[in-house]
């Protein structure tokens, strides 16, 4: 069964930083893509960036291109997300994902199959 955790999120001002953690586990990921998505209240769920499981491709949404960075280490089976220069409309709650990289696309929440529970990130103004 695939497992994925998320950690990291808190509570930071306008302009600080956060890296979120997502441990994968229950299989293998190499022909799996990772994603970040993220939901504020009253607001639909929305694709922040992706990563192929080999690192050689990402993706990121248009609003936090430049301050956010997609990365993975395939030893701890974790993929990360850097966060800076963090804007309150940034306040979300942030999942990771994972479906296999030939299904779907990587910016719909549809095309994943496997979701974690979610961690809470506020900005602060």
């Known amino acids: 069964q695939v497992q994925l955790v998320e950690s990291g999120g808190g509570l930071v001002q306008a302009g600080g930083s956060l890296r979120l953690s997502c441990a994968a586990s229950g299989r293998t990921f190499s022909s799996y893509t990772m994603g970040w998505f993220r939901q504020a209240p009253g607001k639909e769920r929305e694709f922040v960036a992706a990563?192929?499981?080999?690192?050689?491709?990402?993706y990121y949404a248009h609003s936090v291109k430049g301050r956010f960075t997609i990365s993975s280490d395939n030893a701890k089976n974790t993929v990360y997300l850097q966060m800076n220069s963090l804007k309150p409309e940034d306040t979300a709650v942030y999942y990771c994902a994972t479906k296999l990289s030939v299904v779907g696309s990587y910016g719909l929440a549809d095309s994943y199959r496997y979701w974690g529970q979610g961690t809470q990130v506020t900005v602060s103004s």
């Open positions: 990563i192929s499981w080999s690192g050689s491709s990402t």
